[in-house]
Antibody, heavy 121, light 107 residues
């Protein structure tokens, strides 16, 4: 059974840092691109970042570029999001999402349950 | 950035109604258009990928079509479990933008 389990969310002050983790099981992480998507309370979905299967191609939303870093450890079947210089508007539920496999579609077929990041003084 | 505009913003329907949700992109997307369903307090679920392909386990009352920059999601006969918010998403170019969502409510 495919599972994505996020962790690391917390209450943090503006300017602080957090590292989110996403533990993948039930499939071979190294065969898949992975994404982070966030959702502020009561709001819609916002794509944050994407990493390809071997970590050589990384993209970010403009709102997080230079502050967030996506990475992966395929040997540990874990995806990460290092979040620095956090702002109030980073407050959201952060989802880990499975992307394309090395053989193509579909993408977005599995989502974690999310981990809550609250940025507040 | 590619802008995704869904309509309507919300929809009030009865069980058994046929429902169509539209999604318009600010530029052509090729096949890179997905649809998701999200229920309150739950993670989104993939319904449709690559414009028109039904994801595994999704009921056949869901269908989708489109090309270029205009896409539609149709529910042929709405069931009680379909009341949720629906999002389109483009993955043609980063940033991979979502539509603002369409909330399907019971009339």
């Amino acid at each position: 059974e495919v599972q994505l389990v996020e962790s690391g969310g917390d209450l943090v002050q503006p300017g602080g840092s957090l590292r989110l983790s996403c533990a993948a099981s039930g499939f071979t992480l190294s065969n898949y691109w992975m994404h982070w998507v966030r959702q502020a309370p009561g709001k819609g979905l916002v794509w944050v970042s994407r990493i390809n299967s071997d970590g050589s191609d990384i993209r970010y939303a403009d709102s997080v570029k230079g502050r967030f870093t996506i990475s992966r450890d395929n040997a540990k079947s874990t995806l990460y999001l290092q979040m620095n210089s956090l702002r109030d508007d980073d407050t959201a539920l952060y989802y880990c999402v499975r992307g394309f496999s090395n053989s193509g579609w579909p993408e977005g077929d599995f989502w974690g349950q999310g981990t809550l990041v609250t940025v507040s003084s | 950035d590619i802008q995704m505009t869904q309509s309507p913003y919300s929809l009030s329907v009865s069980i058994g109604d046929r429902v169509t949700i539209t999604c318009r992109a600010s530029q052509s997307l090729g096949s890179y258009l997905n649809w998701y369903q999200q229920k309150p307090g739950k993670a989104p679920k993939l319904l449709i990928y690559a414009v028109s392909y039904l994801h595994t386990g999704v009921p056949s009352r869901f269908s989708a079509s489109g090309s270029g920059a205009d896409f539609t999601l149709t529910i042929s006969s709405v069931q009680p479990e379909d009341f949720a918010t629906y999002y389109c998403q483009q993955s043609s170019r980063t940033p991979y933008t979502f539509g603002q969502g369409t909330k399907l409510e019971i009339k």
